[in-house]
């Protein structure tokens, strides 16, 4: 991406990259920033912007006049009390030169990101990113809801023995059919989980593969 393009009414003083992210982020993902910022292009070096911790700190007003792209990474969600979530999507918001924000979520249906689109910013997702922890958790509800385990959950809590006998048992799930409407990256991990246990996977997609 050429963060030197100028957009009209926005003069830009320099070909430079000024990532706006959070500490963890630039922990986990300094030496892969670094590792860009070093390559030869159009677009210059990677500045960075670490997002303030203090839960009444933002970003300063001279800072966000700076930003071109920001990244917003999952462990904003790991300390609410140190407000981060808010904090990014309030400097996007407010950050005149931004060109690109990056969600660590699948979807961009939040008001925030067409509030931004309409501003002209380009906004990716992590699409497929969560596909294998949310397809084993559906997994998990599945199994669930097949041996009946509610049942013996609120027995266990009561301190009672109380067995499900046939025909009331359960079936197993080998054999059985399970229709997976959505055919995505998480559907498609669910599907993945389903047909070494014997399950009949029947998808259902809106276009053809």
Request: charged fraction near 20%; glycine fraction near 10%; proline fraction near 7%.
């Given at each position: 991406m050429d963060t030197g393009r100028d957009r009209p009414g926005r003069a830009r003083e320099s070909f430079v990259t000024v990532l706006m992210g959070t500490r963890v982020f630039f922990e986990r993902h300094g030496a892969e920033v670094d590792r860009i910022s070093a390559i030869p292009g159009p677009r210059g070096p990677i500045e960075r912007i670490v997002i303030p911790e203090g839960p009444d700190d933002r970003v300063s007003p001279e800072d966000l006049e700076r930003v071109t792209v920001t990244f917003a990474s999952g462990d904003m969600n790991?300390?609410?009390?140190?407000?981060?979530?808010?904090?990014?999507?309030?400097?996007a918001r407010r950050?005149?030169?931004?060109?690109?924000l990056h969600a660590y979520n699948v979807g961009t249906d939040d008001p925030i990101f067409g509030?931004?689109?309409?501003?002209?910013?380009?906004?990716?997702?992590?699409?497929?990113?969560?596909?294998?922890?949310?397809?084993?958790?559906?997994?998990?509800?599945?199994?669930?809801?097949?041996?009946?385990?509610?049942?013996?959950?609120?027995?266990?809590?009561?301190?009672?023995?109380?067995?499900?006998?046939?025909?009331?048992?359960?079936?197993?799930?080998?054999?059985?059919?399970?229709?997976?409407?959505?055919?995505?990256?998480?559907?498609?991990?669910?599907?993945?989980?389903?047909?070494?246990?014997?399950?009949h996977v029947i998808g259902v997609r809106r276009r053809p593969a």
């Open positions: 790991d300390r609410p009390e140190e407000r981060l979530q808010r904090k990014l999507y309030g400097g950050a005149p030169h931004l060109e690109w509030e931004l689109m309409d501003k002209g910013v380009v906004v990716s997702n992590s699409a497929g990113a969560s596909a294998e922890p949310i397809g084993l958790m559906l997994l998990t509800n599945l199994l669930t809801l097949a041996r009946n385990m509610l049942h013996y959950h609120r027995a266990q809590h009561a301190h009672e023995w109380a067995p499900v006998h046939r025909p009331s048992a359960p079936r197993d799930l080998r054999g059985q059919t399970v229709t997976i409407v959505g055919l995505g990256s998480i559907g498609s991990a669910l599907a993945s989980y389903l047909r070494p246990i014997g399950v």
